[in-house]
Every structure is written in C-alpha cells, then in structure tokens.
C-alpha cells in the first residue's frame, strides 16, 4: 500500500484552465504539506494543514486554493493557470503532535505542465 | 529565519569512489536536521535524520552525517558509492517547536562507471 498517493501523475492543460490534484495518506498523520519543486529541483512549501486547519500559508497567489476535508487527505485546486505554474507538487505528511520531530513522508508528486 | 546551503550543485564522482555531499544551515534555534534522496521521476525518501544525541548518525544505503553544531553543518557522506546511488540529494532543516521544514537547494550525485 503506497502510504501517501496522489493523482494525476501527470497533468497537461492549456493556460488559463482550472485544474485540482489530489493527495491522500493512510499514515495516521495528523498534518499535510503542498510543496512545488520547480525546473531547478528547488523544493518551496506551500501550505499546511493540521487536523484540517491551515497552519501554514506561504506567499502563493491566490489561484492556489487548498483543501483539506478531512486528516488523512489534502487537495489542491489551481485557477486561471498560467505558465510559470508548471512545476511538479509534491504532497507530504508527517506526525507532529507527540513526536513532533518533523519527518516528512512524500508522495510521489504530480507533473503539471501549462502550454 | 533558517535557511540551507548546500555548497555542491553538482558532485560527478566514479563509481566506488568515497563522496560528501556539503550542507551549512542557519538557525537561531536549535533544529532537527535530514537528508533526502530523489531518484529520477520519484518523491522524496528520508536517507536519515538527527534529533538528538550522538553526532554521527547512519542511515539506508551505507549513508552517513554528522552534525556539527559549531560550524552548523551537516555533511553526508557515504565510503564507497555504487551506480544506483545517482540521484538528487536534499538536506533539511527543521527549528524545534516549528512546523515547517526548509529544504536547501538539492545537490545532484552523478556517479560514473
């Protein structure tokens, strides 16, 4: 069983298109991560949900809307896509109450790429 | 604000061969420290982590790092590497007490037969 899955694998889309990944984790973590790793392999969070509460919000536009509806799942929605939005995310998930080491779990990302 | 510096964009080094791969990181508290791996078109694997403890830490593959806390570093290292360790390898940072983990720019292990 793959711990933490997303889907599309791959996603092409025309600018201007709104597009959603998904990200699920049967861990039992009680936190989830959106990171984008763009064309230099630079990895930079986006957002955070803890027990389905936002916790981090980094400087994203807001095109960028994630959802969380419930611990073990965190989805991404991306309006008006433009295509400097072409990068691959990755969705991570880790324990952070009562272990609290910070140790990330990744899927295995989803190539988005905007013609 | 932590941030992460991996000294090496690129490490080309023949298979068999020993190799560190560099990591500096600023923080004005105290972190928990890893390193990941990622091979072509995969996700992020942790290669191991420092919590706490002896410095030295060993993870999967014949990995290795030590946590320096006076020259804030933490290089990996491996003796003798082998074909299947090509990959891209990420160090990270994590300041206790914070959710977020910060990674450094990435440094590409290309080993040749």
């Known amino acids: 069983d793959t711990a933490v899955s997303q889907t599309p694998k791959y996603l092409v889309t025309q600018m201007g298109n709104d597009k959603s990944i998904k990200c699920e984790q049967n861990l039992g973590h009680d936190t989830m991560y959106w990171y984008k790793q763009d064309s230099k392999k630079f990895l930079k969070i986006m957002f955070s949900y803890n027990n389905k509460e936002l916790i981090i919000n980094e400087t994203v536009p807001n095109r960028f809307s994630p959802k969380s509806p419930d611990k073990a799942h965190l989805n991404l929605h991306i309006n008006s896509l433009e295509l400097g939005d072409s990068a691959v995310y990755f969705c991570?998930?880790?324990?952070?109450?009562?272990?609290?080491?910070?140790?990330?779990?990744f899927g295995e990302g989803s190539r988005l790429t905007v013609l | 604000a932590q941030s992460v510096t991996q000294l090496d964009s690129q490490v080309p080094v023949f298979e068999e061969a020993p190799v560190e791969l560099r990591c500096n990181y600023s923080s004005s508290v105290s972190v928990y420290l890893f390193w990941y791996v990622q091979y072509p078109n995969q996700g992020l694997q942790l290669l191991l982590k420092y919590l706490s403890g002896s410095t030295l830490v060993k993870g999967i593959n014949g990995f290795e790092a030590e946590f320096n806390k006076s020259q804030t570093s933490f290089h990996l290292r491996k003796p003798s590497v082998h074909i299947s360790d090509t990959a891209e390898y990420f160090c990270a940072v994590r300041p206790r007490g914070a959710q977020k983990l910060v990674f450094g720019q990435g440094t590409r292990l290309t080993i040749n037969p």
């Open positions: 991570a998930s880790s324990q952070v109450r009562r272990t609290n080491t910070g140790e990330l779990f």
